[in-house]
């Protein structure tokens, strides 16, 4: 018999993404309405590591902690990146502290990192449910992360006020876009914003073929303006300023490189995100509720489903190879 469930922490941790907040919304209102305790965990594993000396970073979470945060952008609960937790005394530590503060079960909002954290602190006892948050999609086991699609209307929105500046000039505008090593960012917003090329990081791409080429033969067709999307992915081979220098001698296009940076990252969260955080945070409860736990909560055929923490780790995802055909086809 599984021991039964009455206080659950939850902590955010790895990069931060809009919808987290309504993640952790979700999982307070639920478990107090469910009649559990929740105790907020800051600063991600770090906090839970660092609540054996410092108990501030462990508190109780009320129904109204939590209002107003819905539509906020980062984490209440501050998040982090923590070495310690990837080490097994880290891992024992954190299981102490959980022990001595009574916290019976975890809710983890993270990405692929944050839920190895979440099943080694499983595999000590402390049953954890993993919930995704990044803005990259870069989660294998979901189809869709929390914060992913408030990420892309930010960049959409970047750069079609780059597009605005780079039509005025007859420039072309190289810009790199967050993603980490995923390129799903970039594939989505490139179509989004009429990107004459995509570089991803899972499709080798030739700078003449696929940039140089393409803006010859628009140009032939009355083309001035270029938006070319990078992902960050790509940029650890090919900065956009090298890029930009390369397709500015090789078109004769004056270019200008853009980094978009950690602008992307914030942000009030969208309806999907929102509403997604919500189900998700929900749902993470109701496992906890029975006992369960070392399982992630994922988006799979558009349904919201858990899968163990492991066999997640394990699966693979790769590139929408349809899309990039489509953004192709139709970036003349
Ligand atoms: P994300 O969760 O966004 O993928 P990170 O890869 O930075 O972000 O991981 C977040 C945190 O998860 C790390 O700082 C660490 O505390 C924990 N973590 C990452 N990898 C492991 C691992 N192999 N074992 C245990 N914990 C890990
Ligand atoms: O995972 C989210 C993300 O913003 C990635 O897109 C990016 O590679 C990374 O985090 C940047 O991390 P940092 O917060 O360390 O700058």
């Known amino acids: 018999m599984e021991k039964k469930i009455q206080t659950i922490g939850v902590l955010t941790s790895g990069g931060d993404a809009p919808g987290m907040n309504a993640a952790i919304r979700a999982v307070v ?20 590591i660092r609540g054996e000396n410092d108990p501030s970073v462990l508190h109780e979470m009320t129904l109204r902690s939590v209002s107003d945060i819905m539509h906020r952008g980062g984490t209440i609960l501050y998040t982090a990146r923590c070495k310690e937790f990837k080490e097994d005394a880290g891992i024992e530590k954190a299981k102490q502290v959980c022990v001595q503060q009574g916290i019976d079960g975890i809710v983890v909002i993270g990405g692929d990192g944050s839920f190895r954290g979440a099943r080694d602190l499983s595999l000590k006892g402390i049953p954890c449910i993993g919930i995704p948050g990044t803005i990259d999609n870069d989660i294998s086991s979901s189809e869709y992360t929390i914060g992913y699609d408030t990420a892309m209307n930010t960049v959409v929105e970047c750069v079609d006020k780059l597009r605005d500046t780079s039509q005025s000039h007859d420039r072309c505008s190289v ?3 967050m993603g980490r090593h995923a390129g799903h960012i970039a594939l989505n917003v490139g179509i989004a914003c009429g990107a ?18 393409k803006m010859h033969e ?14 960050e992915g790509v940029g650890e081979t090919y900065s956009v300023e090298n890029l930009a220098t390369e397709i500015q ?7 200008r490189a853009t980094v978009l940076g950690h602008i992307q990252r914030g942000g009030s969260p969208t309806v999907r995100d929102r509403v997604l955080a919500s189900e998700m945070g929900n749902y993470a409860v109701d496992l906890l509720e029975k006992g369960i736990g070392n399982r992630v909560v994922v988006m799979r055929d558009n349904k919201v489903v858990d899968l163990d923490i492991l066999e997640a780790l394990n699966m693979t995802k790769s590139i929408d190879m349809n899309l990039m055909r489509v953004a192709e086809e139709i970036s003349i």
Do not use: Q
Request: charged share 25%.
């Open 196 to 213: 004459t090329a995509i570089l991803v990081p899972e499709v080798p791409f030739d700078l003449d073929r696929d940039v140089v080429s």
């Open 249 to 255: 001698e090789r078109t004769g296009v004056e270019s």
């Open 175 to 177: 810009v790199e876009v």
């Open 218 to 231: 628009a140009m032939e067709t009355g083309k001035h303006h270029f938006v070319i999307v990078v992902a």
């Open 29 to 48: 209102r639920t478990a107090i309405n469910r009649g559990m305790r929740v105790v907020g965990i800051d600063h991600g594993y770090n906090g839970l």
